[in-house]
């Protein structure tokens, strides 16, 4: 069953502006991951949180997890046009109960204009 | 260096038609994956290897059988196409088989008509 998913759904934002993508759980998670598809490509890998970490950054990316919430956010700042892809949040909750596969949300559609 | 690459990346063929694609990873990774992306771009996982042994097989046809040679390698053979097998298909491995990142091939575009 689907697991995270992704909001909003699609995002058009200007270049240098930031970014947000929101991501809800249902179950208990091992780590949290995002990850990037730019059109006609592989998904990337851009960042694993655990569930003990509340916040974590990697160049212009910062995500945070609020496990009381089940949520997580995905933040580009000083986006490019170059971040244009679909963005997606993905699961881990082997081990616990959950699922032991890495489940992805629906992906979320950002365009950053020039 | 392709870290993770898929053969062919474009695939064309009829319905009945047996086909493979083949996945390789040169990343030194103990477990292996195999997702499908259908046309709203959910991603769903079919299978997945850990040293060879298949530890994930989701409900898929029968008609789709994955081989892993050896750790660095794993197939997927597919009977009788459909024209709902229709997707994008990608191969990810990761350096095990829980709580890390996975590392995606550049998928093969599978078309039946």
């Known amino acids: 069953s689907q697991q995270g998913e992704e909001d909003p759904q699609a995002l058009s934002i200007q270049e240098g502006e930031n970014a947000t993508m929101n991501c809800s759980y249902k179950t208990s998670i091992n780590n949290l991951q995002w990850y990037r598809q730019n059109s006609g490509r592989g998904l990337v890998h851009l960042i694993l949180i655990r569930s003990n970490e509340r916040e974590k950054h990697s160049g212009r990316l910062r995500v945070t997890l609020d496990t009381s919430k089940k949520s997580s956010s995905l933040l580009i700042t000083a986006s490019r046009a170059a971040d244009t892809a679909s963005y997606f949040c993905?699961?881990?909750?082997?081990?616990?109960?959950?699922?032991?596969?890495?489940?992805f949300g629906k992906g979320m559609k950002l365009t950053v204009n020039p | 260096d392709t870290a993770v690459s898929q053969t062919p990346k474009y695939l064309v063929t009829q319905m009945g038609n047996d086909k493979s694609i083949k996945c390789e990873q040169n990343?030194?990774?103990?477990?292996m994956y195999w997702y499908k992306q259908d046309s709203k771009k959910f991603l769903k996982i079919m299978f997945s290897?850990?040293?060879?042994?298949?530890?994930i097989n989701e409900t898929v046809p029968n008609r789709f059988s994955p081989k892993s040679p050896d750790k660095a390698h794993l197939n997927l053979h597919i009977n009788s196409l459909e024209l709902g097998d229709s997707a994008v298909y990608f191969c990810a491995s990761s350096p095990a088989w829980r709580g890390y990142e996975q590392y995606f091939g550049p998928g093969t575009r599978l078309t039946v008509t």
């Open positions: 990343l030194g990774h103990d477990t």
């Open positions: 290897y850990n040293n060879k042994e298949l530890i």
């Open positions: 993905a699961t881990d909750a082997a081990g616990i109960g959950g699922s032991e596969k890495l489940v």
